[in-house]
């Protein structure tokens, strides 16, 4: 069984930045696959950032130069620095593991970019 937990959403101006984190347990293990994935109302959800234990990082060219996908394995913690936030950033972001193809994911957390 495996348990995500986002947090580190909110309502920030245009412009402004947040950091969203993810907490993992369960058993899982450092070599999977993780990633963040929002979906935005009326819309299918879509990838964000992805990394690999190796350290393959993959963006969304949406978030390419204002977001930073992270991670610590010995924390089990997963986290993406946001900067620059649009307004068509809004969105529920949620939290993804991915164990030998079985994908796993959190409940979400609310980012809105408004004034």
């Known amino acids: 069984q495996v348990q995500l937990v986002e947090s580190g959403g909110g309502l920030v101006q245009p412009g402004g930045s947040l950091r969203l984190s993810c907490s993992a347990s369960?058993?899982?293990?450092?070599?999977?696959?993780m990633g963040w994935y929002r979906q935005a109302p009326g819309k299918q959800r879509e990838l964000v950032a992805t990394t690999t234990s190796g350290g393959t990082i993959n963006y969304a060219d949406s978030v390419k130069g204002r977001f930073t996908i992270s991670r610590d394995d010995a924390k089990k913690m997963l986290y993406l620095q946001m900067n620059s936030l649009k307004p068509e950033d809004t969105a529920v972001f949620y939290c993804n593991l991915n164990k030998l193809g079985v994908h796993f994911w959190g409940q979400g957390t609310q980012v809105t970019v408004s004034s």
């Open positions: 369960g058993n899982i293990f450092s070599t999977y696959g």
